[in-house]
């Protein structure tokens, strides 16, 4: 049986919420998401990009970063088979970075790591102006520790925290809770 979407959208701010609080995360206060606390960026820590390629298209200011590429920023990491970085039009160049990153693409087996929450998925995309990150795929799985949130799109508001996940198409977001795992020794 299929559900609406408004039915599913409670039902997955109910879960969420139950994972954040499950998981430590801070819950928004009156709001039925959760917030995740790990992932997040930081702009004032340098950022360092390692791959087996690099080609830069300047006149359509994208840099593509092909072969075992690492994203590393302070404790977040993002690991990926290609990253396309797609700079804004500003007059900066895409081949020395001097020009800001409008959005990132990447693909080929993803894996977002910060502080101790890790996210996977096949694709991703992050906007840089509205601090979106979705990650989709066959199967997208969120976890911290041993608790664990899967379905196949997980959409983050990194300024927020706030997060939600829809469930694959013939399928269910599924959640698994651990009682006790998020206690700190």
């Known amino acids: 049986m299929r559900q609406t979407s408004s039915v599913v959208a409670v039902s997955l701010a109910t879960l969420l919420a139950a994972f954040a ?14 917030r995740l606390t790990g992932l997040r960026l930081n702009g004032k820590e340098p950022i360092e990009i390692a791959s087996d390629k690099l080609e830069v298209k300047e006149a359509e200011n994208v840099a593509i970063f092909t072969g075992n590429v690492t994203v590393e920023q302070g404790p977040t990491i993002l690991k990926s088979g290609r990253m396309t970085v797609h700079y804004a039009k500003d007059g900066g160049s895409a081949a020395t970075g001097s020009s800001s990153i409008d959005r990132l693409e990447v ?4 894996y977002v790591k910060s502080d101790n929450q890790v996210a996977t998925g096949d694709q991703g995309m992050f906007d840089m102006k509205t601090e979106t990150l979705v990650l989709s795929g066959k199967e997208v799985v969120l976890s911290e520790g041993q608790n664990v949130l899967a379905g196949c799109k997980l959409t983050v508001q ?3 925290g706030q997060a939600k996940v829809d469930p694959c198409p013939q399928g269910r977001v599924q959640v698994k809770i651990v009682p006790g795992s998020s206690k700190k020794p």
Not at 21 to 34: F, H, I, L
Not at 107 to 110: L, M
């Open 158 to 160: 990194m300024k927020t």
């Open 107 to 110: 693909d080929g087996k993803v």
């Open 21 to 34: 609080v499950a998981c430590g995360a801070a819950a928004a206060e009156d709001k039925p998401e959760s």
